[in-house]
């Protein structure tokens, strides 16, 4: 087994390099091809046929791809979002063996009746429909058995070609390859743990209670664990299989206001939100109410995150263009400060290209793609839950327009925006955020003193220490070591072959190699070793 994994590994690392040549990125395997002829025209397509060809692992990382706007140019974004999971089922004895071990009963004894036909597949696991010994009817989501094995054996490999990509690819140069690899690991392998998806479902369940618009399954605790998730089952069609034909325009209206205004519930007043409102993530139940399944992508918008978010629709209402940057900096949003100016002048030009313009003129689904540009081209990086807001929101107007063509997702965030500024600003909100500051400013003051203490008995002592963090002294002290050891290197070189020119010329006697002394001769063979090792090292560096 020790010998067939590695093997396994060259194999797979060969049909990556099969793929990657055969979609145009050959230089991934090859440095002496040019990576200088990839159109940008179509290399998002190119990328997304290739993550496509490589299997469920790389389909997901190109999914978390174009959730990152902030790193991913806009037609490699649009590319991205059209990756989808569709994979062949695993057989029944597999899910049987899964269930068996999670649960610690046999499929008959834990319930009624179990669909050997999936609901659905994808890349992680499937969902199943099953009757418990209630009678309540279930949907019975179960992991792959391989997963966990080959989503570990492909991020390593991921990490191989994030560091390939770094060095030779430059039309990829847009992209932190290695962080962005990073992300993917921790968020994948959460979504390998179904608690995490359970406990986002119980609090999807616990924030909208007993509403008469909104219905969330209910965990079923007892058949759950890490690779088996059961929910209560939701009676009803999918978003995406809806006849909308046999629909009128009203009801079909209605239904896309519906679906919006639970989003806006949840990201305005819960401060917890569905990361991923596809059409096959929400349903028209019987009873008239929208269903909501797969929870494993949430966002959280902290308290703070709601304040800072009021402050900037405040400035935005008065006009106030020159405090946008520093809201949107309050909000976690980076960006170089050299470039703020530019980042000012990109703001207003946006703000007033809108600004005055009636809720239902504005095209939502065009403001975001415009604002999705300049994140990019100003090279700004956006908070993680600010980036599955985004995407949510952007998902939500594109299925909200499928429905109701007239749709604007504007108009219904716009009195939920009102009542949240309204909230932040009550006497009673403003009293308890004083409060708060006050205790806050309290105990810095009762701090202070022992602070300052602590400071001057390290100075009296002699231990004070300042440390100043740059990245880039790192980076250059790290190519400083190297040029001082080829310099070292190429010294010794030069002494060798000095020294061995002075014993091939002073030494008479003893023994003799092609015409040479043999001390003189070594000298040389040692010289020339460690020139062409000097000359590799630098030629493999691409610095020659």
């Known amino acids: 087994m020790e010998t067939a994994r590695p093997q396994r590994r060259i194999g797979r690392l060969s049909e990556i390099g099969r793929v990657a040549t055969r979609h145009g990125f050959g230089y991934l395997i090859d440095r002496r091809r040019s990576n200088d002829t990839a159109q940008p025209a179509d290399r998002g397509r190119r990328l997304r046929e290739m993550l496509d060809e490589l299997g469920p692992t790389f389909v997901k990382f190109g999914q978390l791809l174009s959730t990152r706007p902030d790193v991913m140019p806009p037609d490699v974004v649009v590319e991205l979002r059209r990756l989808q999971d569709d994979v062949t089922p695993i057989p029944f004895a597999e899910v049987r063996r899964v269930v068996e071990e999670e649960i610690g009963l046999t499929i008959e004894q834990a319930f009624l ?16 429909r099953a009757t418990l010994p209630t009678g309540d009817e ?8 391989e997963a966990p094995r080959q989503v570990e054996s492909d991020l390593q490999l991921m990490r ?3 560091k390939v990509v770094r060095e030779r690819v430059h039309a990829l140069d847009f992209v932190d390859a290695e962080a962005l690899v990073d992300e993917f690991a921790r968020a994948i392998r959460q979504e390998l743990d179904y608690n995490h998806e359970a406990r986002n479902a119980e609090t999807f369940r616990r924030n909208f209670g007993d509403s008469p618009d909104v219905a969330v399954p209910k965990v079923i605790w007892r058949y759950s664990s890490a690779r088996v998730l059961t929910l209560e089952y939701l009676a009803g069609e999918q978003f995406a299989d809806l006849d909308l034909e046999a629909r009128s325009i009203d009801e079909r209206r209605e239904l896309a206001y519906r679906m919006t205004e639970a989003w806006m519930t949840m990201i305005f007043r819960h401060g917890f939100f569905h990361g991923d409102p596809h059409p096959a993530n929400i349903l028209l139940l019987d009873d008239g109410r929208i269903g909501l399944v797969d929870f494993g992508l949430a966002g959280r918008l902290t308290d703070e995150d709601m304040t800072n978010l009021t402050r900037l629709f405040i400035d935005a209402a008065t006009e106030n263009v020159d405090a946008l940057p520093r809201r949107l900096a309050e909000l976690g949003l980076r960006y170089p400060k050299e470039r703020e100016p530019e980042l000012k002048d990109a703001i207003e030009d946006l703000f007033y290209r809108y600004y005055g313009s009636s809720v239902s003129d504005i ?3 065009e403001v975001i ?6 994140i990019y081209a100003l090279n700004l990086r956006l908070p ?4 599955t807001l985004d995407k949510a929101i952007a998902t939500l107007g594109a299925v909200g327009v499928e429905l109701y063509p007239d749709f604007n997702v504007f108009e219904v965030a716009k009195p939920y925006a009102r009542q949240l500024i309204a909230e932040r600003f009550s006497p009673r909100r403003v009293s308890l955020r004083a409060q708060t500051e006050i205790r806050e400013l309290a105990g810095v003051a009762r701090e202070l003193p022992y602070q300052v203490r602590d400071v001057m008995e390290k100075t009296r002592q002699g231990n004070l220490e300042i440390q100043i963090r740059n990245p880039g002294f790192d980076d250059l002290s790290y190519r400083i070591d190297h040029a001082v050891n080829r310099i070292a290197v190429a010294l010794i070189v030069l002494g060798g072959l000095v020294g061995s020119s002075i014993v091939g010329v002073l030494a008479k006697d003893g023994p003799h190699v092609v015409g040479l002394h043999l001390f003189s001769f070594v000298g040389f063979m040692l010289s020339a070793g460690f020139a062409v090792w000097l000359v590799w090292g630098i030629a493999r560096s691409g610095r020659l």
Request: aromatic share 4%; glycine share 4%; proline share 8%.
């Open 113 to 128: 009746s179990f669909d050997e036909t999936p609901l659905a597949a994808a890349s992680i696991g499937q969902v199943h």
């Open 138 to 145: 279930v949907a019975v989501k179960v992991q792959r058995p």
């Open 160 to 162: 191989s070609a994030a």
């Open 363 to 365: 095209d939502p689904l």
């Open 369 to 374: 793609r415009e604002g999705l540009d300049l």
């Open 384 to 387: 993680s839950r600010f980036v």
